[in-house]
Structures are given as structure tokens and as C-alpha cells.
């Protein structure tokens, strides 16, 4: 029987990117007044009266100009389907709906003959 590698052995990739992530985290920041972060992470020097996000006040047209920006920031990171993928998904619907639709169209006359049938229509 084959034995796997468990977390911890060598020659585990995943080990190797936790460990880098391990390593970066233990870097301590460039910028001169912060406070360096030790092992217990990020979230004492969050609380710190420095690490305060610093809140821009702007008119109506700033804010809309900033959601925009930041939409358009988002519609890069969407990894849009190949026009082959596209026509694909889209027959897998149109397929999907006329089952459907045929699926509730017949149960839709088989219970409407039963109820005419049950009183007497």
C-alpha cells in the first residue's frame, strides 16, 4: 500500500507556500513609524491609534466618481468566458428551460384533465 505524504513531510508543495507565507508575515514593515508586527500577527497594531483608516469626505459627484472606480477595478479582476464557453453555457440554458418548461406544461394539462374530470367538467 502506497503511504501519502502528510503535512509536514518533505516534498509537500503545500507546506512549502505556507511556509513562505510564514516568512513574509515574519518581515517587519519599511515604513520607520510603524510598529513592527510579531509572531502574534496584525490585529494589535490595527488597534493602534495610527493605524487609523483615514476617511476622505468628498461631495456627491467625488463618492459617484469613486464608485465608479472602484467598479471598474472590480470588472478586471472577472475572468470573462471565451465566445466558445459563452454560446456553450448559453445552449445549456435554453436546453434547461425548455425541459422545464415542457416538464410543467405537461403536468399542468395532465392535473388540469384530472381536476375537470374529478367535478365533472
Known amino acids: 500500500m502506497a503511504e501519502r505524504n502528510r ?3 518533505a ?3 503545500a507546506d512549502d507556500e ?3 507565507d510564514a516568512v513574509d508575515d515574519d518581515k517587519e514593515p519599511a515604513d520607520d513609524d510603524a510598529e513592527p ?3 502574534g500577527g496584525t490585529a494589535l497594531a490595527e488597534r493602534s491609534p495610527k493605524a487609523k483608516k483615514e476617511v476622505r469626505r468628498s461631495g456627491l459627484f ?3 466618481g ?3 472606480r472602484e467598479v471598474v477595478s472590480e470588472l478586471r479582476k472577472v475572468i470573462w468566458p471565451t465566445r466558445k464557453e459563452l454560446l456553450t453555457y ?3 440554458v ?3 428551460v425548455v425541459v422545464m418548461t415542457t416538464i410543467v406544461g405537461l403536468l399542468d394539462l395532465g392535473l388540469g384533465k384530472a381536476i375537470l374530470w374529478a367535478f365533472g367538467g
Open 94 to 96: 435554453i436546453v434547461f
Open 7 to 9: 503535512p509536514g513531510d
Open 18 to 20: 505556507v511556509f513562505a
Open 66 to 68: 469613486g464608485f465608479v
Open 37 to 39: 508586527v510579531g509572531r
Open 90 to 92: 448559453t445552449s445549456i
Open 11 to 13: 516534498g509537500d508543495p
Open 62 to 64: 467625488g463618492r459617484i
